[in-house]
């Protein structure tokens, strides 16, 4: 039973360069969930999304990100034109319904903005 | 969401209980206590919820005080494996549907 995965574990990109970060829920899972974890801060969560939805992207900024969670394949985290504040651990958690009692979180993707 | 307040860092010994506390007195009536750990370099992963009464599983008890102001995480025989930052966090199901909103957790220390 596969958990949720994340690929690259880690990513390195230059100022201004575009990062893209993958995300499979489980398996039968079509709620998805992005947190960022800053250096020595908490988690934040960014966005929630659903089979070809957002639902909530209160926490994404405002500019240079955006998600999506097509019908089919990966969700999907894109940063534009990355800065060294993006640099970060990058969580991607799945839930079978919306209000589950359980997350479960990949292993996250360590983004290293040089 | 409810404020939560935890200690920085605790410190335990292996093969001792701990109990991990978390003060949450601006909870609602119908939030759920959830507590997640993260290991080191790892993402965070699902312990333990509740809403009013004791609950237990494989993993560790939950003792939710009988105004709900507060909870105690109980591991009853510490690993170092469980050396892990513990989050408590009160989450509303109905309208925030499984989004969590994480405080700064406690650090766990296990000596051997």
């Known amino acids: 039973n596969a958990g949720v995965m994340q690929n690259p574990r880690h990513l390195v990109r230059r100022r201004g360069q575009e990062a893209r970060l993958r995300c499979s829920p489980m398996?039968?899972?079509?709620?998805v969930y992005w947190y960022r974890q800053l250096p020595e801060e908490g988690l934040k969560f960014m966005v929630y999304?659903?089979?070809?939805?957002?639902?909530?992207e209160s926490g994404m900024p405002k500019e240079r990100f955006s998600a999506e969670f097509p019908k089919e394949g990966p969700s999907i985290l894109r940063i534009q034109q990355v800065v060294r504040g993006d640099s970060a651990a990058y969580f991607c958690?799945?839930?079978?319904?919306?209000?589950?009692?359980?997350?479960?979180f990949g292993p996250g993707t360590r983004l290293t903005v040089t | 969401d409810a404020k939560t307040t935890q200690p920085n860092s605790m410190e335990s010994n292996e093969e001792e209980p701990v109990h991990l506390p978390c003060n949450h007195s601006?909870?609602?009536?119908?939030?759920?206590i959830h507590w997640y750990r993260q290991l080191p370099s790892q993402g965070p992963e699902y312990v333990i919820h509740?809403?009013?009464s004791n609950v237990n599983n494989r993993m560790a008890s939950l003792a939710i005080a009988e105004d709900r102001k507060s909870s105690t995480l109980i591991l009853h025989r510490a690993t170092l494996r469980d050396a892990a930052v513990y989050y408590c966090i009160p989450t509303q199901l109905e309208t925030s549907g499984s989004r969590l909103t994480f405080g700064e957790g406690t650090q766990l220390t296990v000596n051997p």
């Open positions: 601006t909870i609602s009536g119908t939030d759920y």
């Open positions: 958690a799945s839930s079978p319904r919306y209000s589950s009692y359980e997350q479960y």
């Open positions: 509740g809403l009013t």
């Open positions: 999304l659903q089979k070809e939805n957002i639902i909530d």
């Open positions: 398996k039968g899972h079509s709620h």
